[in-house]
């Protein structure tokens, strides 16, 4: 998902080992996790893998017009002869084309295929991404917030508050996981508490519709202070106020005033609060709503960031919340994804899968 904390990467190539020889032009990927605060953007080898990248940068998506013009920048300072591409985005997408939910972006993977020279160009939704990449995950690549007892081939989902708010699942076929987009994200907002209870009137005063995503993402981060700041303003602290003011993106300035140690914002520290409470009950809606008694993988950029502060008992409390069937959501593993690679790997194993035949397209696509 699209947020992260970190510098952004020059558009640069990688000499990962010397004497590593460039594969034939059907052997390179380019991969692509397109968010709406940033790109990331790798060339890989067949050889060697998402480990050793032939050329890597990070970008800022909203500096650029289109993705075309992304996708040229990265290429002509990366000269490889890549003649294959695999792009995830946030948004639906529908027979290799999107509408970007968080960007004024229009996608049309056949279009950059010819534009930019490309033989192919896969893409696919960004949960989806993720939701390919976690039968490949480690322990190492998760914190596991709740150990459950996961059932053989049941299904799995994921969920990933970054710019926006993801979620997909997976299903077995008897061989191996499916991933699964949605968009229930942008499904309407039920409040867990009564303490919550004002977020709707408070929110359609500035929206048509309140969704999960304009209270449990880095959109939503925001809109979570203002109401509790606005039922009592005495409580936020200069120094946070005085922060807010100066930041283009309030969300990173938020998160951080309510990790302050010597002296947090106790209204960031309610807002942060609030969001870790809103994202445990709507993993918990779609848990029942797949019944996901393979395991819940909390993805995105923003969850990482809050550990520090999460009270795993606390979250689990509220993600088992769901009256005659508080029993059953206890036995399901709960696991925040830690591995900020995550959504590549999943892009990777996708775009590799596809390029062998694995993964066949088909006349109306959705992914």
Request: charged fraction near 15%.
């Amino acid at each position: 998902m699209g947020y992260y904390w970190g510098r952004v990467l020059p558009i640069t190539t990688v000499a990962i080992h010397r004497g590593l020889a460039i594969m034939p032009d059907h052997d390179l990927l380019l991969i692509a996790d397109i968010g709406g605060t940033k790109t990331d953007l790798l060339v890989l080898s067949a050889r060697a893998g998402l480990a050793k990248p032939l050329a890597r940068a990070r970008l800022k998506s909203p500096e650029y017009p289109d993705l075309k013009s992304l996708l040229q920048a990265f290429l002509a300072s990366a000269p490889l002869p890549v003649r294959h591409a695999c792009l995830a985005v946030a948004g639906p997408v529908i027979d290799g084309h999107a509408h970007l939910t968080n960007l004024p972006w229009v996608v049309d993977g056949a279009a950059l295929g010819s534009e930019l020279k490309l033989a192919s160009v896969d893409v696919l939704n960004d949960l989806a991404a993720i939701a390919h990449g976690v039968p490949g995950l480690a322990a190492a690549d998760l914190k596991t917030l709740n150990t459950g007892r996961a059932a053989p081939g049941a299904a799995k989902a994921v969920l990933a508050p970054g710019t926006g708010l993801g979620e997909a699942f997976l299903v077995w076929d008897g061989a191996r996981y499916r991933p699964q987009p949605s968009e229930g994200g942008h499904a309407d907002f039920a409040p867990p508490s009564a303490a919550l209870c004002g977020l709707i009137p408070y929110l359609q005063g500035r929206y048509d519709h309140v969704s999960y995503e304009l209270v449990c993402s880095g959109i939503g981060i925001p809109n979570l202070y203002d109401f509790f700041r606005d039922q009592d303003p005495a409580r936020e602290t200069p120094g946070c106020a005085e922060r807010l003011k100066a930041s283009a993106d309030r969300t990173p300035a938020i998160i951080e005033a309510a990790l302050d140690r010597a002296t947090p914002c106790p209204i960031a520290r309610a807002a942060v609060d609030a969001f870790l409470t809103i994202l445990a009950a709507e993993a918990a809606n779609l848990a029942l709503k797949v019944l996901a008694l393979g395991g819940i993988y909390i993805g995105g950029g923003i969850p990482p960031r809050l550990l520090p502060i999460l009270d795993e008992r606390a979250f689990m409390n509220t993600f088992c919340a769901k009256g005659r069937f508080a029993t059953l959501l206890a036995q399901i593993p709960v696991h925040v994804v830690v591995n900020p690679d995550a959504t590549l790997m999943g892009i990777a194993a996708y775009g590799w899968a596809r390029m062998r035949g694995e993964i066949s397209g088909c006349a109306t696509r959705v992914s």
